[in-house]
């Protein structure tokens, strides 16, 4: 089960960290885009158009690092004081039926909507905006697989706790960095 959970986590993380560059590439889009706006009064659409893309493909891309990391959001009234296997179950029941059903939902649903957007070649509404539109819609389905391979991981990792009774060990995640 380790060598599973290692192998989905290594993807993770690979993954994260690349698809996290994004970040920095916003910035040093950002500062041009704002200069040539307030101070010459020339605004760009497919350089803003570039930001909010970068910024979607950041948000899609990167649910499953999250995940990884135990960085995701969590109402935590009753959480913080259970013991580690109640937190499992809570875990394991939140994710069985309520993660994936959604990321189901998401990913039949998208499908052919990012299909569609595929064969028409979909581009920006937009008059100066991107020819590129089909791509970023593909990040729907790219964001249902990521969180759904780290999902299986973060699944095993609460099994794991209700068997032995304490947090896999593993070379990536939230336990590496604690230790």
Known sequence: ???VVDFLDGLTEYFGRMISWL????VLMSFPTVVLRYVY???NVAMIE????????????SAGWTLLHNEHVRVDIFYGAMSERN???????????FMFPVLFIIWSKGLPY??????????????AGLDYLYLLKTFIL?????LAVQGVSFVLR?????????PMQTKFGPQREQA
């Open 114 to 127: 990012v299909s569609r957007s595929w064969k028409l070649r979909e581009t920006s509404n937009e008059v």
């Open 23 to 26: 970040a920095l590439f916003m």
């Open 87 to 97: 937190k499992a179950l809570v875990d394991l029941f939140g994710a069985v039926f």
């Open 41 to 43: 009064g020339i605004s």
């Open 50 to 61: 570039t930001i909010v893309y970068a910024f979607a493909i950041l948000l899609a891309g």
């Open 142 to 146: 790219v964001f249902a697989v990521v």
């Open 1 to 3: 089960m380790r060598i």
């Open 158 to 166: 609460k099994v794991h706790i209700l068997i032995h009774g304490t």
